[in-house]
């Protein structure tokens, strides 16, 4: 049964091309916002804590720091709403969910860049 679902997904489930990005690495995402008849476009900053799921239902989450208070919101990969993601910066963590980050304020809460 699950191989039937995993064909239905890769096949009917309409995929936009992202580049490549890992928990650690700061993402610029712009989305699509509704109010009424009008509609706008959005993006949110900030680095990836962590990424979930496979096909259709990946998600990945994202935190920011908005003044003094710690944002996060959870994007579905297949969003209709997202028109881009943007990779700023590649990090160097040793995880794959990196929870930690939630705790850490300050020079502790930065993440080394990776070499290229």
Do not use: C, W
Request: aromatic letters at 12%; glycine letters at 8%; zero cysteines.
């Amino acid at each position: 049964m699950e191989t039937l679902v995993k064909f239905i997904q890769d096949e009917f489930v309409a995929r936009k091309e992202f580049p490549q990005f890992n928990s650690g690495d700061t993402i610029t995402v712009y989305y699509e916002i509704k109010e009424g008849e009008k509609t706008r476009t959005q993006f949110f900053k900030g680095v990836v804590i962590q990424r979930r799921g496979t096909g259709a239902s990946e998600t990945f989450t994202i935190r920011k720091m908005s003044g003094t208070v710690g944002v996060e919101r959870i994007f579905p990969i297949n969003l209709p709403a997202i028109q881009k993601i943007e990779v700023n910066k590649h990090g160097r963590v040793r995880r794959a969910r990196i929870f930690y980050f939630r705790g850490l304020t300050g020079k502790k809460a930065r993440i080394a860049e990776k070499r290229r």
